[in-house]
Nanobody, 118 residues
Framework: QLQLVESGGGLVQPGGSLRLSCAAS????????VGWYRQAPGKEREAVAC????????FYADSVKGRFTISRDNAKNMVYLQRNSLIPEDTAIYYC???????????WGQGTQVTVSS
């Protein structure tokens, strides 16, 4: 089983930046496309970013394109989400999940809360 653990969430002011991290263990990490999803209270889960197993291909939701950057370091079994120019609408629980891009992911982290507020 692939285990995923998110970290880096917290409170940030509008316009600020925050980097989320996803640490993987239990299986060969570089086999998977890994993505970030988010869910705010009363809203559906939204896929925000996905990165290929090699890191060469990336997907972003229109709502975050140009502000968020997904990256990975397979040697460290890590995936990151750099979030710039944050707005209150980015407030949500963010989940690391795999595989992304071809259906409902099989593996999920526990989630990390991100709150964007002044």
């Amino acid at each position: 089983q692939l285990q995923l653990v998110e970290s880096g969430g917290g409170l940030v002011q509008p316009g600020g930046s925050l980097r989320l991290s996803c640490a993987a263990s239990g299986k060969t990490f570089d086999y998977y496309r890994v993505g970030w999803y988010r869910q705010a209270p009363g809203k559906e889960r939204e896929a925000v970013a996905c990165i290929s197993s090699s890191g060469g291909r990336q997907f972003y939701a229109d709502s975050v394109k140009g502000r968020f950057t997904i990256s990975r370091d397979n040697a460290k079994n890590m995936v990151y989400l750099q979030r710039n120019s944050l707005i209150p609408e980015d407030t949500a629980i963010y989940y690391c999940a795999a595989p992304c891009g071809l259906g409902y992911p099989d593996y999920w982290g526990q989630g990390t809360q991100v709150t964007v507020s002044s």
